[in-house]
Structure formats: structure tokens, C-alpha cells
Nanobody, 125 residues
């Protein structure tokens, strides 16, 4: 099973940018499609984006389309989430997760097997 560790979160002003990283170990990342989710207290985990095994195809939630970009570097066993034009409502704990499946229908948290511990992103107004 792959182990995932997120990094890159922090405090940023509205309109700013952050890049999150998700480093994988234990298994090669190219065995998995990958996703990013976020969660705020009292709410369900929200799908943000996913990327296929090669990085040639990506899927985005409407809430982040055009602002966030998911990418991967299989040689570095790392997945990224570039977040631009951040808004206060983007404040959440951000998680990366792995799955053996990829399509625009694979967006539920239960479709993803391994999860990182999360990284906090706080956007101030």
C-alpha cells in the first residue's frame, strides 16, 4: 500500500497562490491515479481534482476549475496541486489520495484507498 504525505500548506492572503505537494512512498506512484480533496469541520470531504496515471488527463470540480491545477511527476513520486486566486472559502485541510481508477465519475472519497494526513490551508480576507 502506498503511503502519502502532503506538504505546502500555510497562511495566504486572498488572491494569492500556494502549491501543495504529495509525496508517495512504499509503492511507485505510477501504479495509481491520484486525487486531491479538502475538508472543513462539520462537512464531508470535498473532491477537488484527480489525475490519471500518466498525467495526461485531469478532472476538476467546478468550484476550483480554472484556479487549481493538478499535476504529477512520477519520477519524483510526487503529485502537486497548484492553487491560484485563492479565496477565504478555500480554507480547509487538504488531502491527497490514491485510487486504481480514473474517470470523471471517480470523485467519491470511498473510491480512494490511501490518504495522507492532510495539510492546512488558510486564506485570509
Amino acid at each position: 500500500q502506498v503511503q502519502l504525505v502532503e506538504s505546502g500548506g500555510g497562511l495566504v492572503q486572498a488572491g494569492g497562490s500556494l502549491r501543495l505537494s504529495c509525496a508517495a512512498s512504499g509503492r511507485t506512484l505510477r501504479d495509481y491515479a491520484m486525487g486531491w480533496f479538502r475538508q472543513v469541520p462539520g462537512k464531508e470531504r470535498e473532491f477537488l481534482a484527480s489525475i490519471n496515471w500518466s498525467g495526461g488527463s485531469a478532472d476538476y470540480a467546478d468550484s476550483v476549475k480554472g484556479r487549481f491545477t493538478i499535476s504529477r511527476d512520477n519520477a519524483k513520486n510526487t503529485v502537486y496541486l497548484q492553487m491560484n486566486s485563492l479565496k477565504p472559502e478555500d480554507t480547509a485541510v487538504y488531502y491527497c489520495a490514491s485510487t486504481f481508477y480514473y474517470s470523471s465519475y471517480v470523485r467519491a472519497a470511498v473510491d480512494f484507498g490511501s490518504w495522507g494526513q492532510g495539510t492546512q490551508v488558510t486564506v485570509s480576507s
